[in-house]
């Protein structure tokens, strides 16, 4: 049997709840979840305990060699901290420890020069850290009976009992893409991952399934470029320059409506500090509504901006295009009437450039000040036309659109410069 290199998977993840323990058969949720909080708790210790020592060790290193000149030997760091994180975690299965350990040591690795530069602090771990289960083995599994789906891990070792517990997994409202995810789970299709459990804000249980399959080898084609258009109407509007092909987000009455409501909340808060004559840590508290509405909408706005262009790479993936274009940041920032002008583009920007990047997509910023007045189909500019206006009608072909999508088509064509 052929190995696929991990430099060729997909790594993807898929969080279902734990609706109850089924294995052992005595077991209840009481005393099931106080194994889950003993083993979250041991986790985080673990994970503080192997990043402090990797910090140690660091500045034991540094001053070595600023005393001889030379580079404190690294063999045995790893093997000695993972007998002190297994002496630490009394109860937690011991293939747990080996994976606590890597995560530490990678993420102090990733962050060793900002560290010694002091542009960040040594990370630390909270308590409500997911419990990190062992890949492979044969200590994680997922399976399927009568239509129902169970997982079982390995939580504690074999001094405690019970030792594996397993779960029937929420799934009955599952959509049947995401069953079809576990399906190939099962038969072998993908590869099963490290797998995380942890608990929400509702204080309810969950698992996070991560898994891997294999990265198609499909290069995107450099001459299919995606328009996309801030547009009047629509926060945005993509169209492709070899078909008509499009689209379209219909959410303007969404994003208004909640700008409405945290504008008319505000002005309620603000009227009321007019006469406030609170100071020093009054006034603090007095502002903390504010805040807690500037955070909330900051919270709205990169949610839709994630939805936003994660909804452009899958229209650029499935029509194989190679470029994507979009007007500069300045025209959209000058343009008074785009439904994201209040907005701070650049974080819409920077997402999407991030998630192009990862696909082999190149994203390019063009000026697009005339995409407005030209006519997508005769290229003719339409000087008459009012680009406020919500359809577009040529004087000379009399083709018809939608101004935001006839400006997506010719933002597509366009050749940057």
């Not at 979840?33 to 990797?54: K, P, Q, Y």
């Not at 079982?152 to 594996?164: D, H, L, V, W």
């Not at 969950?206 to 499909?218: A, C, D, L, N, Q």
């Amino acid at each position: 049997m052929s190995t696929v290199s991990e430099k060729t998977m997909i790594r993807a993840q898929i969080r279902l709840y734990l609706q109850r323990p089924v294995e052992p058969e005595h077991l209840s949720w009481n005393e099931t979840g106080r194994i889950l909080h003993d083993i979250s708790f041991e986790t985080v210790l673990g994970l503080n305990h192997a990043i402090t020592e990797c910090h140690l060790f660091e500045r034991d290193r540094s001053k070595h060699w600023r005393e001889t000149g030379e580079n404190l030997p690294q063999n045995s760091l790893y093997s000695r901290i993972y007998a002190e994180t297994r002496e630490i975690m009394k109860t937690a299965a011991s293939g747990m420890a080996s994976t606590i350990v890597r995560t530490a040591v990678t993420r102090y690795r990733n962050s060793s020069k900002d560290i010694r530069s002091f542009r960040q602090s040594v990370p630390s771990y909270r308590l409500g850290h997911p419990i990190l289960l062992r890949e492979g083995g044969g200590e994680t599994k997922i399976w399927s009976d009568g239509g129902l789906y169970f997982f079982r891990a390995a939580f504690q070792n074999r001094n405690y009992s019970p030792t594996r517990i397993a779960f029937l997994l929420d799934t009955f409202k599952l959509a049947k893409s995401r069953k079809v995810i576990l399906d190939q789970i099962i038969s072998g299709g993908y590869k099963l991952g490290a797998c995380q459990v942890a608990q929400d804000s509702r204080k309810r249980w969950f698992v996070r399934i991560v898994y891997g399959f294999p990265k198609t080898e499909s290069k995107p084609d450099s001459t299919v470029c995606i328009g996309v258009n801030l547009g009047l109407s629509f926060p945005f509007c993509c169209a492709v320059n070899n078909g008509f092909r499009k689209l379209q987000c219909n959410e303007a009455m969404i994003i208004k409506n909640f700008r409405r409501q945290i504008v008319k909340r505000k002005s309620v808060f603000q009227s009321c500090l007019k006469y406030s004559t609170r100071a020093g840590h009054g006034k603090t508290k007095a502002m903390a509504p504010i805040k807690k509405l500037i955070e909330k909408e900051r919270n709205f706005r990169l949610t839709k901006y994630h939805q936003y262009t994660s909804r452009i790479m899958d229209f650029a993936i499935n029509n194989n295009a190679g470029v994507i274009q979009i007007e500069k940041l300045e025209h959209v920032i000058d343009s008074p009437k785009k439904i994201l002008k209040d907005w701070a583009v650049s974080e819409f920007y920077q997402k999407l450039k991030y998630k192009a990047e990862h696909s082999g997509i190149e994203v390019r910023e063009i000026g697009a000040s005339s995409a407005y007045l030209q006519c997508s189909e005769c290229g003719n500019v339409n000087e008459a036309e009012s680009s406020d206006q919500s359809d577009f009608r040529c004087s000379t072909c009399s083709y018809e659109a939608h101004v935001d999508y006839n400006t997506a088509r010719n933002i597509a064509r366009m050749r940057s410069g």
